[in-house]
């Protein structure tokens, strides 16, 4: 069964600390995608990368970065926390060129105190 | 940029009522896809419409794709408890680009 897995369920982190949110996807998907969901708002993009070392803005890029260095992993990174990005983040994968639905992990939930 | 808006936010519905989600793109879409998210869960891929006024079923689901492919909607018939959660459509404009998703419909169904 294709698996996306998220680091964390629940975290808890300080205004000002740099945060770095993980995600691993077992099925070798070129593409994966950096998500927040927020009451009312849905999903947003925040990055996305077609492949290794690729990475393109999303809707909401501001307050964040991405690194993905190896196919299987794509990391977002906050450099400096803030209580605006509380929020629950989802990682999503898909495999490139082909419509089918992405795939996604079962989230973080990232509290900014 | 692209946006998709979906209607309603909310719906609450006896158990054995039909329920109806709309979603609308301001630009013609690729193809749009529909999502379901059980409470406390992720967002799981239930089905993607390409074709002008595609009409797929899926048990008690029936999703459309307008002609125009601008619009696609939901029906679920004879809602059950199970049925509960939100649901999301997500438009791509070029096939193989990115999906924009749309606000979400949540679904609370009383027995």
Same mark, same amino acid.
């Given at each position: 069964?294709?698996?996306?897995?998220?680091?964390?369920?629940?975290?808890?982190?300080?205004?000002?600390?740099?945060?770095?949110?993980?995600?691993?996807?077992?099925?070798?998907?070129?593409?994966?995608?950096?998500?927040?969901? @927020?009451?009312?708002?849905?999903?947003?993009?925040?990055?996305?990368?077609? @492949?290794?070392?690729?990475?393109?803005?999303? @809707?909401?890029?501001?307050?964040?970065s991405v690194?993905?260095?190896?196919?299987?992993?794509?990391?977002?990174?906050?450099e400096?926390?803030s209580?605006?990005?509380?929020?629950?983040?989802?990682?999503?994968?898909?495999?490139?060129?082909?419509?089918?639905?992405y795939t996604?992990?079962?989230?973080?939930?990232?509290?900014?105190? | 940029?692209?946006?998709v808006?979906?209607?309603?936010?909310?719906q609450?519905?006896?158990e054995?009522?039909?329920?109806?989600?709309?979603?609308?793109?301001?630009?013609?879409?690729?193809?749009?896809?529909?999502?379901?998210?059980?409470?406390g869960?992720?967002?799981?891929f239930?089905?993607?419409?390409?074709?002008?006024?595609?009409?797929?079923?899926?048990?008690?689901?029936?999703?459309q794709?307008?002609?125009?492919?601008k619009?696609?909607?939901?029906?679920?018939?004879a809602?059950?408890?199970?049925?509960?959660g939100?649901?999301?459509?997500?438009?791509?404009?070029?096939a193989g680009?990115?999906?924009?998703?749309?606000?979400?419909t949540?679904?609370m169904?009383?027995?």
């Amino acid at each position: 069964d294709v698996k996306v897995t998220q680091s964390s369920r629940y975290l808890v982190k300080r205004t000002g600390e740099k945060v770095f949110l993980e995600c691993v996807q077992d099925m070798d998907h070129e593409n994966m995608f950096w998500y927040r969901q @927020d009451p009312g708002l849905g999903l947003r993009l925040i990055y996305f990368s077609y @492949d290794v070392k690729m990475k393109e803005k999303g @809707d909401i890029p501001e307050g964040y970065s991405v690194s993905r260095e190896k196919k299987e992993r794509f990391s977002l990174i906050l450099e400096s926390a803030s209580t605006n990005q509380t929020s629950m983040y989802l990682c999503a994968s898909r495999i490139q060129g082909v419509n089918y639905g992405y795939t996604f992990g079962s989230g973080t939930r990232l509290t900014v105190v | 940029g692209q946006q998709v808006m979906q209607i309603p936010q909310y719906q609450h519905v006896q158990e054995g009522e039909d329920f109806t989600t709309y979603c609308n793109s301001s630009t013609t879409l690729s193809n749009i896809q529909w999502y379901k998210q059980r409470p406390g869960g992720h967002p799981v891929f239930l089905i993607q419409l390409v074709k002008s006024g595609e009409v797929k079923k899926q048990k008690r689901l029936t999703f459309q794709f307008g002609e125009a492919k601008k619009n696609s909607s939901l029906h679920i018939t004879a809602t059950q408890t199970t049925d509960v959660g939100t649901y999301f459509c997500a438009g791509m404009i070029r096939a193989g680009n990115m999906l924009t998703f749309g606000g979400g419909t949540r679904l609370m169904v009383k027995p």
